[in-house]
């Protein structure tokens, strides 16, 4: 059975770990989908050298993210959301935008800033090739979490 390790959250009820999947594959595949512990569905990616895992569905309208190309985003990896191609930094879990500097400044000039933190991101540990996912428990809620019940389970699992 798989090991149990506790998250390194200060949180104080105990979090499990749950198997992906073995790492070899993930980076053969670049990216996998679970539907984790039952309840949640989960995006797991391998991109320059480092996992990352994220609620899969695209908080701005449940989008498919396993879809979507990464790049870079101001300095900062981010998931491209294949349906209306909303930025999410692949670490926080953050929406980037191009704010204008100053409508009164021609040309405008844009910069990269971030919404906050939109997109579940859950903790991914590695442990001799095998590759689990803790899940991101706080209660605090996050945009992505409204995509996460059985109703869009159901209807956009083909999506
Ligand atoms: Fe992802 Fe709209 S659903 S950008």
New binding site residues.
């Given amino acids: 059975s798989p090991p149990l390790l506790s998250s390194s959250s200060s949180s104080s009820l105990p979090s499990v770990s749950h198997f992906i999947g073995k790492k070899e594959d993930i980076i053969k595949a670049g990216r996998v989908t679970k539907l984790v512990n039952g309840c949640r569905d989960v995006l797991v990616l391998f991109h320059q050298g480092q996992l990352h895992a994220m609620d899969m569905?695209?908080?701005?309208?449940?989008?498919?993210?396993q879809h979507?190309d990464i790049e870079e985003f101001n300095g900062r990896q981010c998931i491209v959301?294949?349906?209306?191609?909303?930025k999410?930094t692949l670490a926080e879990g953050e929406g980037l935008y191009q704010a204008v500097d100053d409508p009164t400044v021609k040309p405008l000039r844009t910069r990269w800033r971030s919404k906050g933190v939109k997109q579940r991101i859950h903790q991914v540990t590695e442990v001799n090739g095998d590759v689990y996912v803790t899940l991101d428990d706080s209660i605090e809620a996050i945009e992505s979490d409204v995509y996460q019940t059985e109703r869009y389970r159901t209807v956009l699992l083909k999506a």
Avoid at 57 to 65: I, N, Q
Avoid at 81 to 86: F, N, T
Wanted: proline residues 6%.
């Fill in positions: 569905r695209c908080y701005h309208s449940g989008g498919a993210l979507g959301c294949p349906w209306h191609k909303y999410i």
